[in-house]
């Protein structure tokens, strides 16, 4: 288990994480999703006390990452920067981890096996692809057989049996009880193989919330076609109600039903040409959720009617 209370980091003026309280529980798969730049990285680096908090703190299976004394066993962690020499063979830099833990020489085979690079266990380590530098962080991460495993971006660069390969390991790992951890900035891809979501925009906790909830909550919606777009938007926003305008005489419309906006549009003698009930995909979502939270904004396409 993770347990963040308050986590923030600041470096200069600039506060990178923001006062972050989050559970990763045992069972089950977390994706910790954010725009780049959003933060994520920053805050597993403080999970494995690679970097200190300014204020706050976190905890893995009740202490802090230090207060371990054999801290393989309790978290594997798999983070962007790899820092594994590359004159060193996969068995040779899996055993001198194994090493600094009394790890024996059967549990790095087991791992090689489980990562599926028993067939390059010996090569260097500096003539891997990128997918196979993945499997052997991944191999390292599992080494100590942790009730953790928190992992940033794992499947960045990966092909789709890579990819594949991730999620079924995953699911197992969660399956067996240990907590997991995953960083993605893309929604889509993590709501394949999450339970939970947490997701975050400047530091900040935007979503907390299962994958099920999200899927339903994303639901519903209503596609309006107008050539007065400009006057029914306003018309149809309120309390509960959100308008966007998505392009020349289109409206979608959240939290009325197509019968409802028929009659608003009825009533101020608005002439409407389609009104499509639709469901928002969860990258949608995720991205209305961070959308006032990116670090590097592009200009919008479309404009937009709230209130
Ligand atoms: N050592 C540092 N000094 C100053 N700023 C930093 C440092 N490390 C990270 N940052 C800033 O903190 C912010 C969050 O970075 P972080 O890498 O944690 O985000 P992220 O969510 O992992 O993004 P990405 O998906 O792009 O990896 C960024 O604005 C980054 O520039």
């Known amino acids: 288990m993770i347990e963040a209370r308050e986590l923030t980091k600041r470096y200069g003026d600039k506060t990178v994480v923001d006062r972050l309280s989050f559970t990763v529980k045992p069972g089950e798969v977390t994706g910790f999703l954010g725009p780049n730049g959003a933060g994520k990285s920053t805050t597993m680096r403080m ?31 798999l983070l962007e920067a790899k820092s594994v020499h590359p004159g ?9 981890l194994a090493q600094t833990h009394g790890i024996g020489r059967r549990r790095v085979d087991e791992v090689i096996d489980l990562a599926g690079l028993g067939s390059v266990a010996h090569k260097r380590v500096g003539a891997f692809s990128l997918g196979m530098g993945q499997r052997l962080g991944i191999a390292a991460a599992l080494l100590g057989d942790p009730e953790v495993v928190m992992l940033d971006e794992p499947v960045n660069g990966l092909d789709p049996e890579g990819v594949l390969w991730i999620r079924n390991l995953l699911a197992q790992l969660a399956g067996e009880g240990r907590a997991v951890l995953l960083s993605s900035h893309l929604m889509s891809e993590t709501a394949q193989v999450a339970d939970h979501l947490i997701i975050i925009g400047r530091g900040r906790l935007l979503a907390d919330t299962s994958v099920a909830d999200l899927v339903e909550a994303s639901l519903g919606g209503v596609r309006v076609g107008t050539d007065e777009a400009a006057r029914l938007g306003p018309l149809l926003a309120g309390p509960g109600v959100s308008v966007t305008s998505s392009g020349d005489g289109e409206l979608q419309v959240a939290g009325l039903s197509a019968r409802e906006i028929a009659a608003v549009a009825l009533r101020h003698g608005v002439l409407v040409h389609e009104l499509t009930p639709t469901g928002v995909s969860l990258e949608e979502a995720f991205m209305e959720l961070t959308r006032d939270e990116l670090e590097y904004q592009s200009a919008p396409a479309s404009g937009r009617t709230e209130r």
Do not use: K, M, Q
Request: net charge negative; proline share 5%.
């Open 47 to 77: 999970v494995l006390g690679l970097d200190a908090p300014t204020a706050g703190e976190v905890h893995v299976n009740g202490r802090s990452y230090a207060g371990h004394a054999a801290p393989l066993h309790e978290i594997g962690a």
């Open 88 to 96: 060193r063979s996969a068995v040779g830099h899996l055993t001198a």
